[in-house]
Nanobody, 126 residues
Framework: QVQLVESGGGLVQAGGSLRLSCAAS????????MGWFRQAPGKEREIVAH????????YYVDSVKGRFTISRDNAKNTVYLQMNSLKPEDTAVYYC???????????????????WGQGTQVTVSS
């Protein structure tokens, strides 16, 4: 059973930074595209960023462009989300996700992912 474990969330003031990590196990990590999603209270889960298995196809939702950076370290089986200049509207539970299919192009919807972490809370105070 694939396991994804997020860490790095917390409470931060507006303008601050956090780095989220997602450690993957029981899969050949380098062969999977990865995504970061978030879900705020009362809202649907939305894509934040994704990175292809090769690392060359990266996408950011418009609201985080220029502030967030997704990266991966295949030697550590870990995908990261560096979040700078945080805003109160970034407050949400953040999830990492992986698809079942090897070598697939990363998806921008939840339907494109099969494995999910438990989530990590990010709270940005104003």
């Amino acid at each position: 059973q694939v396991q994804l474990v997020e860490s790095g969330g917390g409470l931060v003031q507006a303008g601050g930074s956090l780095r989220l990590s997602c450690a993957a196990s029981r899969l050949t990590f380098s062969q999977y595209s990865m995504g970061w999603f978030r879900q705020a209270p009362g809202k649907e889960r939305e894509i934040v960023a994704h990175i292809s298995w090769r690392g060359g196809n990266i996408y950011y939702v418009d609201s985080v462009k220029g502030r967030f950076t997704i990266s991966r370290d295949n030697a550590k089986n870990t995908v990261y989300l560096q979040m700078n200049s945080l805003k109160p509207e970034d407050t949400a539970v953040y999830y990492c996700a992986a698809p079942k299919t090897l070598f697939s192009d990363p998806a921008r919807s939840t339907q494109g992912y099969d494995y999910w972490g438990q989530g990590t809370q990010v709270t940005v105070s104003s």
